[in-house]
T-cell receptor
Framework: DAMVIQNPRYQVTQFGKPVTLSCSQT?????MYWYQQKSSQAPKLLFH???????NEADTPDNFQSRRPNTSFCFLDIRSPGLGDAAMYLC?????????????FGPGTRLLVL | AQSVTQLGSHVSVSEGALVLLRCNYS??????LFWYVQYPNQGLQLLLK??????LVKGINGFEAEFKKSETSFHLTKPSAHMSDAAEYFC???????????FGTGTSLTVIP
């Protein structure tokens, strides 16, 4: 089945220690997104790639970076995690950026910062 | 920018009862609307979407939603709740420029046996 895969499902890191979350997709979609979702809140878009074009949301902290080495993979790098970065991180994909496009989500990675 | 409002952050229904989760949107142009479900520690799963083809949209797991332009609403319903429906439900609207989704704050559904 075509899908969006996120690894690991749970990640524990230490305050200030860089961490990388990964996302892969078998849907061959052009667009990949990273969302941050804190407890009992709606997902918040951090950034997205259309193919190799990177689009950062204006209020995404510099501490968050992303890489997309190829169509299938996208990484979220948190350079110096703080306690406030503990959250669920969701990866999503869509075929294109049209308004009708559905976003397909992975299962998420829950990040714990100690 | 578009926005959605979900009235009721927590809804409880008895098993077998009607489920009604409310979503209102603000938009000056025809919106594209989505309902997603999120089970504990899972990602978001698409339930259904409205893209102007039909006002009554049927989705998975027996859910449906009706687009009412006059009320700027897109409420989610299911005739008979099942225990497995207990989850968080998010309404989202798609922006007419770019590809931003605007999510509502979510409604947590509890099903009482």
């Amino acid at each position: 089945d075509a899908m969006v895969i996120q690894n690991p499902r749970y990640q524990v890191t230490q305050f200030g220690k860089p961490v990388t979350l990964s996302c892969s997709q078998t849907l061959n979609h052009n667009v990949m997104y990273w969302y941050q979702q804190k407890s009992s809140q709606a997902p918040k878009l951090l950034f997205h790639y259309y193919d190799k074009d990177f689009n950062n949301e204006a209020d995404t902290p510099d501490n968050f970076q992303s890489r997309r080495p190829n169509t299938s993979f996208c990484f979220l790098d948190i350079r110096s995690p703080g306690l406030g970065d503990a959250a669920m991180y969701l990866c999503a994909t869509s075929r294109g950026t049209g308004v009708r496009e559905t976003q397909y989500f992975g299962p998420g990675t829950r990040l714990l910062v100690l | 920018a578009q926005s959605v409002t979900q009235l009721g952050s927590h809804v409880s229904v008895s098993e077998g009862a009607l489920v009604l989760l409310r979503c209102n949107y603000s938009s000056s142009v025809p919106p594209y609307l989505f309902w997603y479900v999120q089970y504990p520690n899972q990602g978001l799963q698409l339930l259904l979407k409205y893209t102007s083809a039909a006002t009554l949209v049927k989705g998975i797991n027996g859910f449906e939603a009706e687009f009412k332009k006059s009320e700027t609403s897109f409420h989610l319903t299911k005739p008979s709740a099942h225990m497995s429906d207990a989850a968080e439900y998010f309404c989202a609207v798609s922006e007419d420029t770019g590809n931003q989704f605007y999510f509502g704050t979510g409604t947590s559904l509890t099903v009482i046996p």
